[in-house]
């Protein structure tokens, strides 16, 4: 760590190791804000820092805002700056990632450090000021400085990468909550989507589906007439070709001969003649015959003929 302190380096020190150790030394300053830089260390270039924000507070200034107060908490563990009513920290500089530290000598009430931000890794140099206790914080940075190098030395160069391993690990376990809280939701949302598909409208009647046998088809049921089913292109099946035979036909295609129902001209020439003379003349073989009247033509036969033994 490089840095730059007004006075003589074998200076004692403002405070007791205890009051930095184990508590933090706090002033009130003014902060001008912080700048990137180029470089960790160098005068020139926390000069150049310096002129950069001292520009562009004199325009805030001009506008009519003033530089804000802060409050500065300075230990072996690093400088906090606070809000001085709400003590909210706005800024945790670790005192490892500190690479520089001076006190302007042309204006007394400015002191800067460089410091390495956490996210980025950016190099980022804070300006403060202050009209009575420039020296004094940019001597009391130093004293952290010394401090924290000779509790480093005495725990075997351990209790800085602890520290460090312990930052990394409060912050991935931070990451990790918050990608928990995100999937809880996502799953939360998911759940609603799905009881509000499978809910269903109101007024709405569930309709079972029908039963099949053991080949996915469904049972044949006499009552349950048959519909014909649409083909494949749309059209309704063509009526079947065979149709059910006419019952008033014989197997020749004729009507069935009833001796009651046709007429003398009905049955052909030869049979009608024979008919006529069975009528006429009883046959000489039968002792006695009852004559039966003749009917006319085309009336069908009402009487009945009986033989007699």
Not at 14 to 37: C, D, Q, R, W
Not at 43 to 56: C, G, I, M, N
Not at 236 to 264: N, Q, V, Y
Request: with cysteine; proline share 9%; charged share 25%.
């Amino acid at each position: 760590v490089h840095r730059v302190f007004s006075g003589n380096k074998d200076k004692t020190w403002m405070h007791t190791p205890e009051a930095l150790a184990k508590h933090y030394i706090s002033y009130n300053v003014k902060f001008l804000g912080n700048t990137e830089v180029e470089a960790p260390k160098g005068t020139e270039v926390v000069k150049d820092a310096v002129r950069k924000l001292k520009f562009q507070r004199h325009i805030k200034k001009s506008e009519g805002q003033k530089i804000p107060k802060v409050e500065l908490q300075i230990s072996i563990y690093g400088v906090k700056i606070l809000d001085p009513k709400t003590k909210d920290v706005q800024h945790n500089c670790q005192l490892h990632r500190i690479s520089f530290c001076a006190d302007d000598k042309t204006d007394k009430r400015i002191f800067t450090f460089i410091c390495k931000d956490s996210e980025s890794n950016k190099h980022l140099c804070y300006v403060f000021d202050s009209e009575k206790c420039a020296e004094e914080i940019t001597l009391t940075i130093g004293q952290a400085f010394d401090l924290a190098y000779k509790k480093f030395l005495e725990s075997g160069g351990k209790d800085v990468e602890t520290r460090k391993q312990i930052g990394s690990l409060q912050k991935r376990i931070q990451e990790l909550e918050t990608e928990n809280s995100e999937l809880k939701q996502q799953l939360q949302n998911l759940e609603e989507q799905l009881m509000i598909a499978h809910m269903p409208p109101a007024g709405s009647i569930s309709m079972k589906p029908q039963s099949t046998d053991i080949f996915d088809m469904i049972p044949f049921s006499p009552v349950t007439p048959l519909v014909p089913t649409l083909a494949s292109n749309g059209c309704p099946p063509p009526p079947p070709t065979t149709l059910p035979p006419d019952i008033s036909k014989d197997l020749f295609g004729a009507e069935p001969f009833d001796p009651f129902t046709c007429g003398a001209a009905d049955f052909p020439p030869d049979i009608q003649s024979q008919l006529d003379e069975m009528q006429v003349s009883p046959h000489p073989s039968s002792p006695s015959a009852l004559r039966i009247p003749e009917p006319q033509r085309g009336c069908s036969i009402s009487g009945t003929l009986l033989v007699r033994a």
